[in-house]
């Protein structure tokens, strides 16, 4: 999609970060009581060589194979707890705000402030997570009463790629002049949708909700507009990062905690498969823009693996660039699913000088890729 009149800009971003933080060194150290309580229990089948016994999970590794340092969540207690290894949370009523809508609207205030907007000025609220917290009705709809919206809400879920799929439909929406102000929201409670019990990914994710606000250059009033040069997105089916989590499972009579209904992955597959992919959709979508790689100031990408984004832009500029040309959140966050170059964004973003450009840019399950073109005002 090529820039056009009428001109539409981010005029706002907000974050939720959870109150608190597991530390590679205390996550390896409830996955290895874990797995000695698992491997004592089941001691004779493990020597009758019925049973593989659980290795230890290692901080080194986890630092060396990804860049992730620590991940914050929503509950801790749970999750560090090694009789269990999961979080706890406290089911509410029908008449209360869901845990999802509550950190969304969270997010969304503080993205609503920047912009120097209300709850009413928003006519449409997009919901946009790799997980929902419920089939209906949509948590978009329960953010858009919180907010005091207006217009419509809908949930939509691309995986990692969920909040630049969404940026686009709200681009649209308010060029076409279907809507005026957008409110796109990413709550990702990935904690209880992560199996904390498999070394292979147990350090992988943690919880955020992002918010950013779209509406027309002419109704945005915020100090820090950035105008939406162009939007691309693309998908191309793979099972390499999967979630069989779903409603016929009752049907099935699957066990739920069967491994395949939480995240599982072949990453070193996605990380072979979609750096090339990534690096040649931004190139492209650049391209369509009559841009270059190496004129963007900036790159907000997925936060999934440090040595994956240092690949993606090497194959972009050629060279090896630091955190100035792509700056990294997820020593500090973890992989956030479609939060994550929100969150670059969000921090990374206030050194720029009117007229610097830079690309917004998710991949993830689906595979599905996201960017986002964007310039200071
Ligand atoms: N501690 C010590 N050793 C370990 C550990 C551990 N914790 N884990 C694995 N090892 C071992 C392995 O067993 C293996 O041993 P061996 O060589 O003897 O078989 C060795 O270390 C190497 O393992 P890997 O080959 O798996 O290690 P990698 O170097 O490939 O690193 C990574 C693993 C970090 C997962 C890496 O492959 C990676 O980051 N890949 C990219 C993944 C990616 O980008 N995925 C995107 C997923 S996110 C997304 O799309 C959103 C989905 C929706 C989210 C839902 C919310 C939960």
């Not at 009428?6 to 009581?33: C, D, K, M, Q, W």
Request: hydrophobic fraction near 45%; include cysteine.
């Amino acid at each position: 999609m090529q820039a056009s009149f009428p001109a539409v800009v981010i005029s706002g971003t907000g974050l939720y970060r959870p109150p608190h933080v597991i530390t590679n060194a205390e996550l390896v150290e409830a996955f290895n009581a874990y797995a000695d309580l698992q491997n004592a229990e089941h001691a004779e089948a493990i020597a009758a060589g019925e049973r593989t016994a659980l290795t230890h999970s290692s901080v080194e590794f986890i630092e060396k194979a990804s860049g992730i340092k620590q991940r914050y969540v929503i509950d801790k207690a749970g999750v560090l707890d090694p009789t269990r290894m999961y979080p706890r949370f406290t089911p509410r009523g029908d008449d209360q705000i869901s845990l999802m809508a509550e950190i969304a609207a969270d997010a969304a205030r503080k993205a609503l402030e920047q912009a120097g907007k209300t709850g009413a000025d928003i006519d449409a609220v997009l919901c946009s997570s790799a997980n929902m917290q419920r089939a209906y009705p949509a948590m978009a709809v329960e953010i858009q009463q919180a907010l005091g919206a207006g217009g419509y809400g809908f949930d939509m879920n691309v995986a990692c790629s969920s909040a630049t799929f969404a940026l686009e439909q709200a681009v649209n929406a308010v060029r076409s002049g279907a809507s005026k102000c957008v409110l796109v929201v990413n709550p990702e409670i990935t904690s209880a949708h992560l199996e904390w019990r498999d070394r292979d990914c147990h350090f992988i994710f943690g919880d955020v909700c992002t918010a950013v606000i779209i509406e027309r250059a002419e109704t945005a009033t915020g100090a820090d507009q950035w105008e939406i040069l162009g939007t691309q997105l693309a998908t191309q089916f793979s099972s390499n990062i999967r979630n069989n989590f779903g409603f016929m499972n009752r049907a099935e009579d699957r066990d739920p905690s069967d491994r395949d209904l939480t995240f599982y992955q072949e990453g070193r597959k996605v990380f072979k498969e979609v750096v090339p992919m990534a690096a040649a959709h931004i190139e492209a979508h650049l391209g369509k823009l009559g841009l270059a790689p190496a004129q963007m100031r900036r790159y907000w990408l997925h936060q999934a693996n440090q040595g994956m984004n240092q690949l993606v832009i090497k194959k972009l500029v050629g060279a090896d660039a630091g955190s100035d040309v792509a700056p990294l959140i997820l020593d500090e966050y973890a992989n956030t699913a479609s939060a994550g170059s929100i969150i670059a964004f969000h921090q990374h973003r206030a050194d720029l000088a009117a007229g610097d450009t830079g690309v917004i840019c998710s991949f993830g399950a689906g595979y599905s890729i996201g960017s986002v073109v964007v310039k200071k005002r």
